[in-house]
Antibody, heavy 123, light 104 residues
């Protein structure tokens, strides 16, 4: 069974950089079939895709966040990470890491998710 | 970039009834291009349906998806109290705003 676990600080100061890591177990991150993604959810609101990466480091980002987000991968540790710079209170959210299955034509699906971690931006 | 609009915002239904959730795309996105997720409070989303109509592993047949082009539907039959949740549709990097289903 694939499991994903987010880790990182729960509190970040405004203007600083948010850093999170997702550790994957039960599957190798070195697969052509999947991308590894970050999704966030502000309190009481909906889901927002942040960015995705594959094992070779190819990335895609949601346009509104592209200038501030960086997703990276460490295949030796079976981990991938998110950095979001210049954060404000509007970036306060639960951050999820997830696996994105890209095998089917015309569609993608997030089939496994981490439990999520709340990151609060506050002085 | 595709925009997904879900309706209604909230549905309040009785146990044993049927929920019909709509997801409308701002442009034609094909036949097999939407997934549906269930999210309960304090939990991560759970994949229910992918490819518009294929149930994910372990999902009961009370959940069914349909649609193509711009209009997609998630139907939940024989509602149970445990079905109370927010349901999201998804196409590539876009999520709908969600429909809250309350079973009372």
């Amino acid at each position: 069974q694939v499991q994903l676990q987010e880790s990182g600080p729960g509190l970040v100061k405004p203007s600083e950089t948010l850093s999170l890591t997702c550790t994957v177990s039960g599957d190798s991150i070195r697969s052509n079939n999947y991308y590894w993604v970050w999704v966030r959810q502000p309190p009481g609101k909906g889901l927002e895709w942040i960015g995705s990466i594959n094992y070779s480091g190819k990335t895609f980002y949601n346009s509104p966040l592209k200038s501030r987000a960086t997703v990276s991968v460490d295949t030796s540790k079976n981990q991938f990470s998110l950095k979001l710079n210049s954060v404000t209170a509007a970036d306060t959210a639960v951050f999820y890491c997830a696996r994105l299955d890209i095998r089917m034509p015309e569609t993608t699906l997030f089939d496994f998710w981490g439990q999520g971690t709340l990151v609060t931006v506050s002085a | 970039e595709v925009v997904l609009t879900q309706s209604p915002g909230t549905q309040s239904l009785s146990p044993g009834g049927r929920a019909t959730l709509s997801c409308r795309a701002g442009q034609n996105i094909g036949r097999n291009s939407v997934a549906w997720y269930q999210q309960k409070p304090g939990q991560a989303p759970r994949l229910l349906v992918y490819g518009a109509s294929s149930r994910a592993t372990g999902i009961p047949d009370r959940f069914s998806g349909s649609g193509s082009g711009t209009d997609f539907t998630l139907t939940i039959n024989r509602l149970e109290p445990e079905d109370s949740a927010v349901y999201y549709c998804q196409h590539y990097g876009a999520f709908g705003g969600g429909t809250k289903v309350e079973i009372k």
